[in-house]
Every structure is written in C-alpha cells, then in structure tokens.
C-alpha cells in the first residue's frame, strides 16, 4: 500500500490557498482596522473573532452540504471553485476601501468595509471543510496520517510564501515614515496566489475518477467498517465509537485550548514578563513554525507504523511538558535566553505530531458519505477552543498574574492525554516495512 505523493500535493493545493489567505488577513486587517479606520484594540477584537464564531456554523454546515453534492464536478470541488472566486473577487476591494477612506473618510465607507469582511468570510468558510474533506475522499484510510502531513506543509508553503511576498514588498526601508501603507499590490498577489492553486486543483485533481478509484481500491481491500446500517439501510454509529468519537473532540478542544493560550498571548507575555522585544517573541514563535513544518512528514510516517494515538498522545505529553518546563523557567528567570529557542522548537514537533493524526481519527469514525461533515465537526471544536482560550486567559493574566499562561496551557493540554485514553477508535496501524520498501512512496 502506497501513498501517491503527486496526488496529495495536488489535493493540497486548495489547502494552500486557505492558508496563504487567512495569513494575510491575521496580519492586515487588525492594522487596517486599528490604523486607517481609527477603532478601537478591543472593536477591532471583536471584529477579527467573527472569523471563528462564524465557522462554528459554516464549516459543518458546508462539510455537510458537500457530502450530499452529486456535481460532474465531484462533492467538494464546486465548493472550492465557488468559494475561492468569490473570496478572490471580494477581497480585493478591502485595499480599495482602506485606501478610499484614507483619502475621504466616511461612515458609510467604514460600514461597507465591515460588511465586506462578513461577506468575506462567509466565502472563505464554504470551502474550507470541502477542501480538506478531499484529502480522505481519494486516500486510503491507512495512509491518512501521511497524507494529512502533506496536506498541513502544503498549507505551511502558502503561509511562507505570503511571508516571503510581504517581505519583499513591505520592508521597513520601504514603509519607514508612511501615513498609510497601500496594500492593494499585496491582495492582487496573494489573489493571483489563490486563483493558481485552483487551476491547478480544477485541472489535474479529477475528483470524480479519484473518488471511483478508491471506491474500487475500498471493495477490493474491505476494512471492518466502525458504522453500521440498521435495518432500513441508515448508517448507524454503535455507542463505543460514538464515545471514542467524544472523547476525541473535547481531547481536540483542550490541546487547542492550551497551544492557542500561548500563540495568543506570548508576544505580551514576553514583554510584561521577560522583556522581550517584539522580534525576540516573534523569533520563538517563528521556530516552533519552523519545528511544525520539518515534523509534518516523519510524524506521517511515525504514525503508520506505530499508530495515531500513540503518535497523539506522545505529542501531547511533550507539548505539556514544554509548557511546564516554560512556566518553570518563569519561577527562576526573568529575562530572554536562547534555551527558550529549545523549547519552542519541541513545542512544534509536538503540536505537528498532534494536528497531523488528529484528522485522521476523527473521519475513521465516519462512512465515507459523512467525510465532509465529520470533517466540520472537527473544526467546531477546535473554532469554539480558539474562541474561548483567549478570552479566559486573558482574564487571567489581568487579574492573577501573566506569569499563570504556562501553567494555565500546560494544565489543558495535560487534560487532553487524560481524555485521549478514552478514544478506543479512529486509529489505523500497518506494518513497518523494512529495508527498501520503506522508501517505496508511489509519486
């Protein structure tokens, strides 16, 4: 059994796209909003968690629309071409609006930019379940970790290149001095970007083929299903797997709880407690990135030979005690030291070991049909963790001390080892290969 490599990068496109534009809009708009229009850090808070409110609703609504799609152009793949056009043809006038009101503020320009990031993110949460549901769609359930890691470093690439854009065109020498800084060029191309990677998925990933294909690769090689059908042909999920099935979505929202404490809050938390400056912190985070990106791939193959949950488990394990040990160096420390580079660099092998595999287990538990929703079921949990962590540890460093974050992360993830004991269900392990073949990945 061997993974197509070439077919998943190409699936992985779609993810590409996501990524290379939610990068983008993490980074600009809170300085949009805040610079140009002048509202206020809390205002301009609210607004930018409207992306995860909304997805609690969209994503599994869409994930599960897709399921149902009986398109020639397959299930997920009209939600990919639909979402990516509009998202592109709307994006592009949030640069037009910012440089309009710069030039001639007006209430009703700052309203029409609010509206359009609404409408924004409505296009953007139609394909985002459809377009990592397609990944499970055309791979065999065994090799869903590997493909999984190739479908997060697809993502990781359009991360980077829209860091190695903004870069180039917006280094300091260029924008030293500005009043305003015109974005425009940078949406063009992060939209050309966009509009790349869905021709490439729309021409050479024929998901109606590859869909018939695995169909006829799943008949000749049955796998026990975890569903059942009752009498009158309804897919029924038995109570053990449904608990496996809960128990792996509160795991899901607690580690999320606990990374996203810290990505949320560790560049002030640098500041307040280590005196750091803003490239210090940003340099610690940047090498857990980095530590993500270089583990996708070996955590894949780790994970189908040894199995997710102990792939899962192990990264959850290292995460806590990479929280711990940062909580630690706190008590004892309180400036910058190159040991924290150490951690944070764990602290992403542990996070890739974790996001790789966690998928996967989730939409094992599903018949084939159920991908796209068992796919947004995944993503409301993790959404509803990603809305909540900031806000309750934020409270905390306010009000107890910022010195708390560590602790408070390294306590939730912890919590997820103990709720991912309970998870019977979701893993999938084949046998090691040795000697050549383990280098036998079909291209």
């Known amino acids: 059994m061997k993974l197509n490599t070439k077919r998943t990068v190409l699936v992985g496109f779609a993810f590409l796209s996501i990524c290379a534009f939610w990068q983008m809009y993490d980074a600009l708009v809170p300085k949009i909003l805040t610079g140009t229009f002048n509202i206020s850090e809390t205002a301009s808070g609210f607004i930018m968690a409207a992306d995860n409110i909304l997805a609690l609703f969209l994503l599994p609504f869409f994930g599960s629309l897709s399921d149902r799609c009986k398109s020639k152009l397959g299930r997920r793949r009209p939600f990919i071409l639909f979402g990516t056009l ?107 970007i966009m509009l790349l990677a869905l021709l490439m998925l729309m021409l050479f990933v024929n998901e109606p083929k590859l869909c018939a294909e695995q169909a006829e690769y799943e008949k000749a090689h049955p796998e026990e299903s975890l569903v059942k059908k009752d009498e009158v042909g309804k897919t029924v999920m038995p109570k053990e797997v449904k608990r496996s099935l809960i128990f792996i979505l509160i795991s899901i929202s607690l580690w999320f709880i606990g990374y996203n404490g810290v990505t949320t809050w560790f560049t002030r938390y640098a500041q307040v407690v280590w005196n750091m400056g803003d490239g210090e912190a940003s340099a610690c985070l940047t090498v857990a990135t980095v530590g993500a990106i270089a583990s996708y791939i070996p955590v894949g193959a780790v994970a189908s030979k040894l199995g997710r949950k102990k792939t899962i488990k192990f990264g959850v394990v290292l995460l806590a005690l990479c929280f711990a040990s940062g909580y630690i160096y706190t008590l004892f420390f309180n400036s910058f030291s190159p040991l924290l580079f150490i951690i944070f660099g764990l602290v992403g092998i542990a996070w890739a070991s974790i996001n790789v595999n966690s998928l996967p287990m989730v939409v094992e538990m599903c018949a084939g049909s159920d991908v796209g929703k068992f796919t947004g079921l995944y993503y409301t949990f993790s959404m509803s963790a990603q809305i909540v962590t900031p806000i309750v540890a934020g409270f905390l460093l306010e009000n107890v001390s910022y010195k708390v974050l560590f602790l408070y992360s390294a306590i939730f993830v912890a919590l997820a080892f103990i709720t991912m004991s309970f998870v019977k269900h979701g893993d999938n392990k084949i046998e090691a290969k040795k000697g050549l073949e383990a280098f036998d990945v079909e291209d």
């Open 86 to 192: 509009l998202a592109v043809a709307l994006m592009i006038w949030l640069p037009v609006l910012s440089n309009s009101y710069y030039s001639a503020p007006s209430t009703f320009k700052l309203v029409a930019f609010i509206v359009l990031l609404g409408l924004i993110l409505i296009a953007m949460g139609t394909y985002r379940s459809p377009a990592v549901a397609l990944m499970p769609d055309v791979t065999p359930k065994p090799l869903r970790s590997k493909g999984n890691a190739i479908i997060n470093l697809m993502g990781a690439v359009g991360g980077v290149i829209y860091l190695v854009i903004t870069t180039v065109l917006y280094s300091k020498s260029r924008v030293e001095g500005l009043d305003h800084i015109n974005y425009l060029p940078l949406f063009i191309i992060v939209g050309g």
